[in-house]
DNA sequence: CGCGACGGACCTTTTACGTCA
DNA sequence: TGTGACGTAAAAGGTCCGTCG
């Protein structure tokens, strides 16, 4: 998607500025972060690399940022491996006191199931009666489940691990404890993807070292006794569903930036006119210099040139407050008439546009404009 | 070194279930 | 109590990448 805003003459002979909102949709992440794609970085990530043939114009940022806007907006929390592990305090690969104290749990919920490998399997049809303090008890239909997973053996595909369930069995649909997801919420906040390599947090507590399969999907799904497939799944799910919060983020910012850039087109697209109806003026104005003209950096007004202002200075003198000289932008409609022939003429462009000029997008701040270097 | 098979991880879409107003 | 909206677990199909023979 490219929303284009053209700025200016439309022919080729003047400088027309063009705006472009590079949005990357598709398949966009692959190859950026030197594995397989991240699509929630896709959306977000993308449209900061704006892979189009022509170099980006400066214009792009240094407009977005005229305009008070910040790209990507503040509110992105994109998951996704190139922007994702954000500085939290929780890092799965590092032994968390929670977690470290929830390893001895575990071990005496390892001890529990081998004395009673199906005790109460079924004997809660609620998968969310997770009574009892995390994770030493994260319900008992959980609890099976996973010891059924274990007893089943892992499988080296992660998809084959529901199979051993039978395809004919209903697909059931369990929530997930408040613990699960919030320990799972956790290690999503430090790595949105599954890390597939060995887990310095399960070599740091130790507490897996014999599970022969050292992974973080693993390793959550045997803290959480869910198998992991379900981690896989909740992290497939969690990915899409931050996907889309970002989506409709970035969708939200790109219409308020579309609203602003029209508005500021509009206002130049009238800035136009308006000069153009000054050089149509009588030829009193056509023989000034173009280098009279100078745009203060900081304020943004048009100021004279010192040299070509000293040689024009003395009919401005001359020229009372009130009368065209000191006509701004605001009413240059009028200035644009042209005036009739003995009339005091203003004698440069300088005080046309005196006046601060108006920027119709509230939300930029206007910093003061320095005296020295203002009319 | 190039190539195809394979496994693993991921993405997108769809389905189905549980909850709640 | 029935119902629709919503959230979400789960599955299916596809792509990409690394590994291996």
């Known amino acids: 998607m490219e929303l284009g805003l053209s700025l200016g003459e439309p022919d080729a002979g003047r400088a027309g500025l063009e705006l472009g909102l590079g949005l990357g949709v598709g398949d966009a992440g692959r190859g950026e972060d030197g594995g397989r794609g991240s699509g929630a970085a896709g959306a977000g990530a993308r449209w900061w690399a704006a892979p189009v043939a022509e170099p980006e114009p400066a214009v792009r940022l240094s407009l977005l940022s005229s305009l008070g806007l910040q790209w990507p907006p503040a509110s992105s929390d994109c998951g996704g491996r190139s922007s994702e592990a954000p500085a939290r305090g929780f890092d799965v690969n590092r032994a968390p006191s929670s977690a470290a104290a929830s390893a001895s749990a575990f071990a005496a919920l390892e001890d529990e199931e081998e004395e009673d490998p199906g005790a109460g399997a079924l004997s809660s049809s609620s998968p969310n009666d997770s009574a009892g303090s995390f994770p030493l008890d994260l319900g008992r239909r959980a609890r099976a489940e996973g010891a059924a997973a274990r007893a089943g053996g892992e499988r080296s595909s992660s998809r084959a691990s529901d199979e051993d369930e039978g395809a004919s069995a209903a697909r059931k649909k369990l929530r997930l404890s408040k613990e699960q997801s919030a320990f799972l919420e956790e290690s999503f906040k430090e790595h949105s993807t599954l890390n597939p390599e060995t887990s310095t947090y399960c070599i740091a507590t130790s507490f897996l070292t014999d599970v022969g399969e050292p992974k973080q999907k693993a390793a959550l ?53 308006e000069l153009r109806a000054l050089k149509s003026a009588p030829p009193f104005y056509m023989h000034l210099p173009a280098t009279t003209l100078s745009m203060c950096p900081s304020c943004e007004r048009v100021a004279s040139n010192p040299t070509s202002a000293a040689s024009t200075s003395a009919p401005a003198s001359s020229a009372p407050p009130g009368t065209a000289a000191s006509v701004t932008t605001a009413n240059s409609n009028s200035v644009a008439a042209a005036p009739a022939r003995g009339e005091p003429l203003p004698s440069s462009f300088a005080a046309l546009f005196a006046a601060t000029r108006s920027f119709p997008l509230g939300s930029q701040p206007r910093p003061p404009a320095p005296a020295s270097n203002c009319l």
């Open 221 to 273: 799904a045997k803290q959480l006794n869910l198998r992991p497939r379900q981690v896989e799944v909740w992290f497939q799910n969690r990915r899409a569903r931050t996907k889309l919060k970002q989506t409709e983020v970035d969708c939200e910012y790109l219409k308020r930036c579309c609203e602003a850039l029209t508005e500021e087109n509009r206002r130049l697209h009238k800035e136009i006119a």
